[in-house]
């Protein structure tokens, strides 16, 4: 009697663990992975209003420390409305419900090479994560689309002369090789899974002229280890092996790090990871951006000093609020502070700070809402990284930004690498 009393039990948890598991929907996703906005601070965010430094007081408990500095000091204005659900792609929350609770995190301590992670598939981690480390792999395997193409222009701003350089870029990747949720094969493509891969890119300058051809083809590991590829230098006519994204290293002589890509584009086992907030913040997801070709004096204010700041739209969105701290004695940044969405774990905001503890740089990433939210993820249309002590600003402004295009895995090719080049 007891082992039948016990079977019905067991029973019964497994009913109940897949009644949860088949709980979470596209209509229910934000408060079943994170957390609802404060409704008292989301009632400020009417259609019409802007945050500027002369009302910034009435909306100071939206707005983090270091927008509100380039508010204060640098006049940036912050166009509102209203809050907006946003989910990912039924794919997404499909493999969210079927993978529910085999993701485990493995405590690797200082061993920042030691994978981090069993038991993960695809889909979101650690829907309602309770520790930074959980927001941290989260954000690792957020969802992206499984592919992607972009072409976007680089600007070297000076907060006293303006811009000082462009270039254009061409960047497409397979941003999941594994753990995908959209386009076959699902959840991996095998001859990246047999080699331990799990994301491939190439990318290369498009202008101008004594730049255009120079590019790279890297990828990214499942275990935490540097980027591995090449380059391709037209004026040598060569291919090079190169090890990318070492850390502490800037890309293309600009203001971001290799690691500051996209927020972060390393792994959670080389940070530690602590929640410090859970708030209600003013950020740019469904930033209303255009994203054509030359579009950055409608995206950016390249006419009025500081010349760098952004024209986006802002609505009140649940976030998490990260403090990171480097496993690396030798990393140039003390701390970070991330701001991570709570539905879609994007990074929005990044703080990063110097050896002495000083605020160093404001990264800003803006978002716009795909056109499907079903079928395909939020567009990265803005970046912005400003370094406070130089007065100086790298900006990142969208031509082309599409997903899930189900790209030849011919692209990422030492062959192809070079005809690009040429």
Do not use: C
Request: hydrophobic fraction near 40%; charge should be neutral.
């Amino acid at each position: 009697m007891r082992t039948k009393s016990i079977a019905l039990v067991g029973v019964l948890l497994l009913s109940f663990g897949t009644a949860l598991a088949g709980d979470i929907t596209a209509e229910n996703w934000g408060e079943k992975v994170g957390f609802a906005p404060d409704p008292a601070l989301t009632a400020l965010a009417k259609k019409g209003v802007t945050v500027s430094a002369q009302n910034l007081a009435e909306f100071k408990a939206l707005v983090p420390p270091g927008m509100k500095l380039l508010i204060e000091k640098y006049n940036l204005s912050m166009p509102l409305k209203p809050y907006e659900p946003m989910h990912p792609s039924t794919g997404y929350v499909e493999a969210t419900n079927k993978y529910l609770g085999q993701a485990k995190i493995k405590d690797v301590g200082g061993d920042y090479r030691a994978r981090g992670i069993d038991g993960y598939v695809a889909g979101l981690p650690f829907p309602q994560p309770k520790t930074g480390l959980e927001v941290a792999w989260d954000y690792q395997y957020a969802y992206m689309g499984d592919d992607g193409d972009s072409v976007f222009s680089v600007y070297w701003i000076s907060a006293k002369s303006g811009v000082e350089h462009k270039e254009l870029w061409r960047w497409a990747f397979i941003i999941r090789t594994v753990n995908r949720t959209d386009i076959a094969p699902i959840p991996a493509i095998k001859s990246f899974l047999d080699k331990g891969l799990q994301y491939t890119s190439i990318t290369y300058a498009l202008e101008p002229y004594d730049k255009k051809g120079f590019g790279a083809l890297y990828s990214r590991s499942v275990d935490p280890l540097d980027q591995q590829g090449h380059i391709y230098v037209p004026a040598m006519r060569r291919v090079l092996r190169n090890t990318f994204g070492t850390r502490g290293d800037t890309w293309n002589s600009t203001d971001l790090l290799y690691e500051d890509v996209r927020g972060y584009m390393g792994y959670p086992e080389w940070m530690n990871w602590e929640i410090k907030e859970k708030a209600t913040l003013l950020m740019p997801v469904a930033a209303e951006v255009p994203v054509v070709k030359d579009n950055a004096e409608r995206v950016f204010d390249l006419k009025s000093p500081p010349y760098w700041n952004p024209k986006l739209v802002y609505q009140p969105r649940p976030t998490y609020v990260l403090e990171v701290k480097p496993k690396f004695p030798d990393y140039p940044y003390q701390r970070m502070v991330f701001y991570i969405d709570a539905e879609t774990y994007v990074i929005v905001y990044k703080e990063a700070y110097d050896k002495k503890g000083d605020l160093w740089k404001m990264m800003l990433m803006g978002w716009n809402a795909p056109t499907n939210m079903n079928t395909h993820p939020p567009v990265l249309s803005v970046g912005l990284v400003v370094d406070l002590q130089a007065e100086h600003a790298t900006l990142i402004d969208m031509h082309k930004s599409e997903a899930n295009l189900n790209l030849d895995q011919k692209m990422f090719t030492l062959s192809n690498l070079q005809k690009r080049g040429k």
